[in-house]
């Protein structure tokens, strides 16, 4: 089992820069990573995730502007967010899902708290 707590959140303008942090409370190589977004009154999105071998995937609306990054020694996932647009307006979430190997099993099984981010125009 792992805990997972983010922070980083908070309100800035358009076309500015926030960076979420993801801490866990376990060894990250035993986890697939990811972040999701939700806004009110809308789905849940999957915003990235990152593979074990560092390569990551990024929804449509956010590739080119978010990084996802993970550090095992600090057992810590991160998700730089550059040019945000009032759009990117949600309660962020890092989740984990169990890793066997080199394989993610399916399904995100631990979350976070969330993080509020606010983007004004």
């Known amino acids: 089992q792992v805990h997972l707590v983010e922070s980083g959140g908070g309100s800035v303008q358009s076309g500015g820069s926030l960076k979420l942090s993801c801490a866990a409370s376990?060894?990250?190589?035993?986890?697939?990573m990811g972040w999701f977004r939700q806004a009110p009154g809308s789905k849940q999105q999957e915003v990235a995730d990152?593979?074990?071998?560092?390569?990551?995937i990024y929804a449509e609306s956010v590739k080119g502007r978010f990084t996802i990054s993970q550090d095992n020694a600090k057992d810590t996932l991160y998700l730089q967010m550059n040019d945000l647009k009032p759009e990117d307006t949600a309660m962020y979430y890092c989740?984990?899902?169990?890793?066997?190997?080199?394989?993610?099993?399916?399904?995100?099984?631990?979350w976070g708290q969330g993080t509020q981010v606010t983007v004004s125009s």
């Open positions: 376990g060894d990250t190589t035993s986890y697939c």
């Open positions: 990152i593979d074990f071998d560092g390569s990551a």
């Open positions: 989740a984990a899902k169990v890793r066997i190997g080199d394989r993610c099993l399916d399904g995100y099984v631990y």
